[in-house]
Structure formats: C-alpha cells, structure tokens
C-alpha cells in the first residue's frame, strides 16, 4: 500500500491540507476503504494535528472484530513505517521520530519500531539508556521476536548505543551473546568499540569485557583488554592468570611471540623474578626466531613494537638491545606501511629556513604520569612567537595535570582515537614540520603513526630508550646518558643537548604522611629507600643492596613502587635471607594518594639506593630536588645512565659507582658517614640555584635551537 498518486506531488511539497483534504473526500466516495482513513490520519499526523490522527484510527478499530482489528493494524503499522522511512531519506528526522511513537502507542511490542527510534533519539539527542528498559527491548528479544527479523538493525542500533556503555545497554548486548548465531558479530562491534567504552565508562566496560568472557572465555582481544585493566588497577594475581591464558591461545608463530613477551612483562611487572628464568630464554628466542622469519610480531591483527620494552629491565648489554629493537623495528614499518599500501604519508613541505616551524608532540602520557610531570615544563617555556605548539593525545585520560599544564597551553590540542591512520592524517594536515614522540617503545598506537611518517622530521624523547624505527630521524640526549661510541648502535641520529637531556623547574611537594615512628624504625636508624615499579626490581641489585644493609648496623631498608605485594615481599624476604639479613629490617611501603605526598614522604630516607639495569630517572629526580643521596651503578645502555646524568648535572659525583663493589662501597660510606651526607645534601641544595638540571627555561632555548638546526639541515638536504 502506498499513498495515491494524485497527492505524491502535494506530498513532496509538503502541503499536507491538501492530502488530508483529497482522503477527506475519497472516504465520501468509498467509504469501506479502509486504507484511505489510515492515509487519512497520517495526513493529520503531518500536519501535526495528532488528536485527529488518533481519533480517525481509533474510530475504525473500534468498528471490528478481534480478527479484523489485529489486520488492519498490521496495515495501519505497515503504512506509517513507510511514511517513516521516507521521512528519513528526507532527513526530517523529527517528523519520522513522531511517527514511530504512534507507532510504539499502536504497537508496543513492535522491535524494529523500537529501534528505529533508538537511533532516531540518538541523532536528535533526545536518548538517554533507562529508556532501553522502559520499552522492554530485552524482553522482547528474549520472547522469539528475532525471528525473520532484520539483524542488521539489531546490530546497527548496538553499535551506536556503545557510546552509553549504561546497565540497559549492557543488558540487552548480554541478552544478544547468548543467542549463539549472533556471537561473532556483536564481538566484532564491541572489538571495534572496546578502547573508547574503557575510556568513557570503565566500570561497565570491564563488566561488558567480563560478561563476555563469560560467553566466550578465548576471545583473544578482550582478554587483552581485561589484562591490560588488571594492570592499571594493579590485581596482578588475575592478569597473571591472563597473561597465561592469552599465552597458551597463541599458537599461530606470528602472534606468539606476543603471548611469550606479554607473560614475561607481567611477571616483571609484578615482581615476581624468582621464576622467570625460562620464561626470559623463550622471549630471546622467540624474537630471534621473528627475526629470522622476517615476521613482525602481531597482536590482533596489529603490529606491536612494545613487546621489545623487556629488554632494558633484563640485562644491560647495549649493543644485543639495539641490535634486535632496529631489526624489529625496521619489520615493524615494513608491516605497518604494507597494510596501508603506503611508503609514506608525508607530503613536501615548503623549506623555508626561517619560518614559524609548527611542532607537534604526540604521547598517551601528558597526565599525572613521569612523562606529563617532565614535559610539561618544556610545553611550558616554548616560545609562541617562533613555534607553533600542536599536542595530539592518543585516547589519553585527562586529569588535573593536563587541564593545567598542556590543554591550554597548545596553538592546537587534540586527543584521538587510537587509530594510527586518523592521527597521522591529523598530524599531516595541520603541516606538523616536526613531531616529537613522548612515548616511544611504550606504546604500539603512537609506534604506528611515527612509523608512516606525517612529518618530515621525526624525533624520539623522554619515554624510553629510541624505538629504532627507521622514519624516526632523531633521538635527543646528552653527553653523559650515552657515550660517544653509541652512535653505532642506534638507528636514529643522537642529537646531543649541550647540558642535560631533561630538564625540570622542580616539583610540587605535599605534606608528609609517613614518620620513622609509623614504621617502627629507632629515631638513631639509617634508613635506605628503594622505590621503582617490579619491572626494575632485578634480583642481582637486590642483593647488592642486601650487602648494604648488612654491612651498615642499625640500618633498615624500605621498599616501594608498584607490583604484586606479596611477589614483592617474597622477593625481598628470599633474598634477604640468603644473604643472611633478618626480614625485621625490611619495611614496605603502601602507595599514597598522589605524587606531592609521595615527594614529601621520601625525607623519612637518608640515603635511596637506585636499581639496575635500569635505573631511576623521575625518581632520581624527586629524590635529588628533595636533597636526598643517591646510590647509583652506571651501564652502557641509556636506561642504566640516567640517573648518572641527571646526578652529574646536578653537581654530584658522590654515589656514582662504575662496578659492584663501588655501588656497595658508596651504600656503605653514604650510610655511616653522616659529614658525607650532609656534604651532598648541601651541594644539592646549592645546584636549585646553579644547576641545568633545574632550569627548564635554558633547557626549553636548547631544545628549540636543535629544532631549528634540524629544520636547517632538512632545508638544505
């Protein structure tokens, strides 16, 4: 059925009177018709006369019998979904939202109708989730209406309504999983949704990712996603648990490896190093063997970098390192490049040597993290007049810190999606001269989108050691964080700063909350402080430390950072005990609520000791603008010379040691010699003035001349 012919004209003219005038009349003339009052009322409708609508139809229902009745509505429902659907195509779609609530009024258990008007209220932002439950959609589906029913609707209407991650909505997607022919495809949207649901609503995310777990416990993304939120919140027992499962679903070689490194980063991660020793023989191997293949890793379909992050933490041998980081790296472009059947997005920018440059940071990081806490400084003192501040935040959290420090502070500010294609064609359309990535081998979205290169000078810094991609034209450092012979080892041109390679203006402090007498410590006691994350926490270090503690009487050891509590326990105590130190003198420190206390609750140390093979750099920063000695042993690789810079720029020698015996040597002597102390404390408090550590303005002026001479060089190539 359909309108007649003589009022298509009307129609498309939107003179409404007129049709409702024409079915006016043929009802005198064929009054048993009853199509025309349907198309009478419809009129009405549109002429937003909805009483006389209503009252024309439910005149004629009211003429027949149950049998009658239920056709002619039928009909009736029939006619005003056409009207609907036209009114769509003619984007009036307020008039077709009027008229699917006739059609709800008509026929409450209709399903389509119902979402139909989902999405007709999501475009007009009259949608809210309690009305998923109102309309009893689940019921609905539980009650067999998806039988030759439109599933294309269905999952249409759930792939919008994961932008309100609500119970109603986790509900009726739950309710969809159990129907066993549509599994597949709602995991396919939530897949495609997962990273945006987490960053919206994490709370019914992880009850989605749960839930449909539940259904189908081997769904290989989701079980990444549920361990990576283990992670963040730090219940390490269940992403081990994770780590396990997504290792043993693995088997296929490419993403294997990606199993292998995932189980052995969360074992480090947690702390638990005593058992890792063939868990690391198989990581090495399984690189090799990705090497070999010419394969890069994958996760999901998707190129990953990070799985490379290990190993800094495991051992500290500079040239095997970069050695296979540049060769996975170099497979990692290829891969990245061949999916999009691109060598490059870049397009020529004009080589003006003395233009204003534009320069675009991109990081998950600008928040209460090392890396926001230590960029924000340089974001801070950029000189608007010569450079144009772009920051590109990747699916990024925002907090405190990047209200304050860099939403505000940028000529442009974005935060993504993490779809490396979006953000490089981003990035190349704002004519970013130079991109800095913050991040590095932390983050495979941000590895992807230096990978196809959207600027024509790329540059990594601050995150972690370089990633070794070939599209990154830089890695900025000093003198002293890698020595003069590195250059051979790393892909990237090192650009060295002419002071250190970071700078800060110091830190925010808060008041303490942590005292000798909290801690059961004498008032008399020496008190060494470790604290890094379990991924530093390598058992050869420890037991330097031990020796430490052993040799200095009266001294106690207190350990934070992030891990498994009891792994980090068991840790210590089993060390302890080979080494002969009673587990009384051991004290482990809980988590504060933010980063000022934590600042200022490190005054209750005398002396912090640092780890190795990767050592403090943030931490090695509070803890010197805090006047406090550091004990470090000094590496070749980048991650093991941090803390050495950043103590040599603040005119401290004192603690550096080159060996293991001068690592304890420094323990002890920092430990029993009070003057020594107080020698360094006073030095310290003297470089707040003096040092280029603490002078984020002149660091800034550094940062941007090497900018300058690399546009130069750029123009001039």
């Known amino acids: 059925m359909s309108w007649q012919n003589e009022v298509k004209t009307a129609l498309e003219n939107n003179q409404y009177d007129i049709v409702s005038q024409f079915y006016q009349e043929l009802i005198e003339k064929e ?19 909805e009483e006389e609508a209503q009252t024309t139809w439910l005149f004629v229902l ?14 009736l429902v029939n006619i005003l979904d056409g009207e609907a659907r036209r009114q769509v195509k003619l984007k009036n779609w307020q008039l077709s939202w009027v008229i699917r609530q006739h059609i709800y009024q008509i026929n409450p258990d209709n399903l389509e109708n119902l979402l139909y008007l989902v999405l007709l209220e999501i475009k007009l932002e009259y949608f809210y989730p309690q009305k998923l439950k109102d309309w009893q959609i689940v019921d609905l589906i539980n009650s067999d209406k998806l039988e030759n029913f439109d599933i294309n609707l269905l999952l249409h209407t759930i792939y919008k309504l994961l932008d309100w991650p609500a119970q109603e909505v986790l509900d009726i997607i739950i309710t969809i999983l159990k129907i066993e022919s549509q599994q597949s495809a709602i995991l396919e949207i939530i897949e495609q949704h997962i990273d945006k649901i987490y960053y919206t609503d994490k709370t019914n995310a992880v009850i989605l990712t749960l839930s449909c777990l539940d259904i189908i416990p081997d769904r290989l993304l989701l079980l990444y996603k549920i361990h990576q939120y283990y992670i963040e919140t730090g219940n390490f027992e269940l992403a081990l648990e994770t780590a396990n499962k997504i290792k043993n679903l693995s088997s296929d070689k490419v993403s294997k490896i990606a199993g292998i490194y995932l189980l052995l980063y969360t074992e480090l991660l947690a702390g638990n190093w005593l058992n890792i020793d063939n868990k690391t023989q198989e990581y090495y191997q399984a690189i090799q063997n990705n090497l070999e293949r010419c394969q890069c890793p994958m996760i999901n379909q998707a190129e990953v970098m990070s799985i490379t992050s290990p190993l800094a933490y495991l051992k500290d041998d500079l040239v095997g390192n970069r050695r296979l980081t540049n060769q996975l790296a170099k497979l990692f472009q290829e891969a990245v490049r061949k999916k999009f059947n691109q060598v490059t997005i870049e397009s020529q ?22 890396v926001g806490f230590l960029s924000r400084w340089l974001i801070h003192y950029h000189q608007r007049d010569n450079f144009n501040i772009h920051l590109y935040l990747v699916n990024q959290v925002e907090d ?6 860099f939403k505000n502070k940028a000529h442009k500010y974005n935060n993504l999606p993490a779809n490396h294609q979006i953000i490089a064609d981003k990035i190349n359309q704002d004519n970013i001269d130079i991109l800095v990535d913050l991040d590095s081998i932390t983050r495979d979205s ?7 290169k959207p600027a024509p000078i790329q540059i990594t810094w601050l995150g972690l050691d370089a990633t070794g991609i070939p599209a990154i034209d830089y890695f900025l450092v000093d003198n002293l964080v890698l020595e003069k012979n590195a250059q051979e080892f790393y892909q990237e041109k090192l650009w060295r700063l ?17 005292t000798r007498q909290d801690l059961n410590i004498p008032a008399d006691a020496i008190t060494y402080l470790t604290l890094q994350v379990g991924l530093k926490r390598n058992p050869a270090t420890i037991r330097l430390q031990m020796q430490i503690i052993k040799a200095v009487p009266n001294s106690y050891l207190l350990i934070k950072g992030a891990g498994s509590e009891k792994l980090i326990k068991d840790l210590f105590i089993s060390i302890a005990k080979e080494e002969g130190i009673d587990e009384n003198r051991l004290r482990f420190l809980s988590g504060v609520a933010n980063e000022e206390i934590h600042r200022a609750n490190l005054q209750i140390a005398d002396v912090v000791i640092d780890t190795y093979p990767y050592s403090g750099a943030t931490t090695t920063l509070e803890t010197l603008w805090m006047g406090i000695p550091v004990v470090t042993k000094v590496g070749q690789q980048w991650s093991s010379r941090n803390s050495y810079t950043l103590m040599v720029n603040a005119g401290i020698s004192e603690g550096i040691a080159w060996s293991d015996e001068e690592y304890i040597d420094w323990g002890i002597k920092l430990g029993k010699d009070e003057n020594l102390r107080r020698k360094v404390i006073a030095k310290l408090d003297e470089s707040r003035q003096t040092s280029p550590l603490w002078n984020a303005r002149q660091f800034t002026k550094d940062v941007e001349s090497a900018y300058r001479q690399m546009w130069q060089i750029y123009c001039e190539s």
């Not at 941000?446 to 196809?452: D, G, H, P, Q, W």
């Open 498 to 514: 002419p002071n250190c390679y970071l700078a800060v203006d110091g830190f925010e402090i808060g008041t303490p909350t942590l």
């Open 62 to 75: 009211s003429q027949g019998d149950e049998g009658e009745v239920m056709g002619w509505t039928a009909d």
């Open 446 to 452: 941000t590895c992807r989108v230096m990978a196809l």
């Open 400 to 405: 405190d810190i990047t209200e304050q420090w």
């Open 31 to 49: 009054p048993l018709e009853i199509s025309h009052y349907w198309y009478l009322g419809l009129a009405y409708l549109l002429e937003a006369r």
């Open 349 to 370: 920018k004009p080589k003006d040597v003395n233009k204003k440059l534009n320069i675009g940071y991109i990081a998950h990081t600008l928040r209460r993290h090392s």
